[in-house]
């Protein structure tokens, strides 16, 4: 079996390192805020040449914090993706402001910014871009239409940990930037987690008092928190994994480029890796193909693991029903939807892991003249 993502031999290839941490973190008994938790907020914040790093229990969380911290609530529309995760309105719903979804570009996947200004009300607070499967949106466009229109933007990076746009990384051009840290990420830990990277002083004030209850004082709170922390053990993990980062995500693009050449003048749509504005780092290698449903129950069967991600845009979630959204007005994200599928990515998967998916993916194909 070729694994969609190998969490196992990544434990083994870093078994010793990984081993050491967990037991000192258990042994220094600081389970809660301890000093892994400072470490890893400096030293992440460091590498992402951010001033501030802010763990929190995980990616959902950290999103909610943020909106809760950037003053979004009720009667605020929030303007984002409807292809992506349900974590991303489902934030928005929590805080009791309203989804206002934007189409995708048909290339990058990421929301469209042509699309962007039409949605814009007088009830706009705040754009919420999704960096999905590791590929940086256009953020120039995206914060200058901000910028005319005094909008918030907090950026959606749950799958982009260490790409770049324009050599700034992704989380740290907005007011404040998302991460996830569940074991499948770029960077990911032994259970939840996530992190909220600002370069804003009230922001980040704000924002670490939401996350243990809305104080800054212990037993001395001012206004409703919430309880997410991440812990120390959790904490542990990432700081020996952050160090592997950079190499882990040239391993992944080197592995597109080779999963780009084995698959090369087939009918397939094959992911952009980007450029120099928007460098991706592969979370997911995601290929649009006709016959989806079919290849991926074949390529299970015979032992390749695949995913979809998404097979349902949010505007037809059951949650947003009260949206009023109905099958058609976001095309384009439907398309995508019914066609995506993503195939084994990690730093650890082998080039003859791949020359199987390619030799099985081309084997079976739908006959062009079949497709619709």
């Known amino acids: 079996m070729i694994p969609l993502c190998d969490l196992k031999q990544q434990y083994t290839e870093l078994q010793a390192e990984l081993e050491a941490a967990l037991l000192s973190s258990a042994a220094a008994g600081q389970y809660i805020m301890?000093?892994?938790?400072?470490?890893?907020?400096?030293?992440?914040?460091?590498y992402a040449d951010c001033k501030y790093a802010i763990g929190v229990g995980n990616g959902t969380d950290a999103l909610h914090i943020s909106l809760l911290a950037a003053g979004i609530g009720p009667g605020d529309e929030v303007i984002t993706t409807p292809f992506t995760f349900?974590?991303?309105?489902?934030?928005?719903?929590?805080?009791?402001?309203?989804p206002v979804f934007v189409?995708?570009?048909?290339?990058?996947?990421?929301?469209?910014?042509?699309?962007?200004?039409?949605?814009i009300t007088p009830r706009t607070k705040l754009i919420l871009p999704v960096h999905l499967y590791g590929l940086p949106c256009e953020m120039d466009r995206?914060?200058?239409?901000?910028?005319?229109?005094?909008?918030?933007?907090?950026?959606?990076?749950?799958?982009?940990?260490?790409?770049?746009?324009?050599?700034?990384?992704?989380?740290?051009?907005?007011?404040?930037?998302?991460?996830?840290?569940?074991?499948s990420k770029n960077l990911g830990c032994m259970g939840d987690g996530g992190m909220i990277l600002t370069n804003?002083?009230?922001?980040?004030?704000?924002?670490?008092?939401?996350?243990?209850?809305?104080?800054?004082?212990?037993?001395?709170?001012?206004?409703?928190?919430?309880?997410?922390?991440?812990?120390?053990?959790?904490?542990a993990v990432l700081r020996v994994k952050l160090s592997h980062l950079e190499q882990w995500n040239q391993r992944r693009q080197a592995a597109a480029a080779k999963y780009a050449e084995g698959l090369a003048d087939q009918p397939i749509s094959l992911?952009?890796?980007?450029?120099?504005?928007?460098?991706s780092v592969f979370h997911q290698y995601t290929v649009l193909v006709d016959g989806r449903d079919r290849l991926l129950k074949v390529l299970g069967e015979q032992g390749v693991g695949t995913a979809v991600y998404y097979p349902i845009p949010l505007h037809l979630q059951e949650v947003n029903r009260s949206l009023n959204?109905?099958?058609?007005?976001?095309?384009v994200s439907e398309r995508v939807a019914d066609r995506c599928l993503s195939l084994p990515m990690s730093p650890h998967l082998t080039p003859e892991q791949q020359e199987v998916v390619c030799h099985t993916m081309i084997a079976n194909?739908?006959?062009?003249?079949?497709q619709g």
């Open 34 to 46: 301890g000093p892994n938790v400072r470490g890893f907020e400096q030293e992440f914040a460091a």
């Open 86 to 98: 349900i974590a991303t309105c489902e934030a928005i719903n929590l805080v009791g402001a309203t």
């Open 103 to 119: 189409d995708i570009d048909p290339v990058t996947f990421n929301i469209d910014p042509d699309k962007i200004e039409e949605a």
């Open 142 to 183: 995206i914060l200058a239409i901000a910028e005319q229109h005094h909008l918030k933007v907090i950026e959606d990076c749950a799958q982009s940990v260490g790409a770049s746009y324009k050599g700034k990384q992704t989380g740290t051009m907005g007011l404040a930037g998302c991460l996830s840290f569940f074991p």
């Open 200 to 235: 804003d002083d009230e922001m980040y004030e704000r924002a670490e008092m939401l996350r243990r209850h809305g104080g800054k004082v212990k037993y001395h709170h001012t206004e409703n928190g919430v309880n997410s922390r991440l812990d120390d053990i959790q904490a």
């Open 271 to 279: 992911p952009t890796a980007g450029n120099s504005d928007a460098l």
């Open 325 to 331: 959204y109905q099958p058609g007005d976001f095309p």
């Open 365 to 370: 194909l739908e006959p062009v003249g079949t």
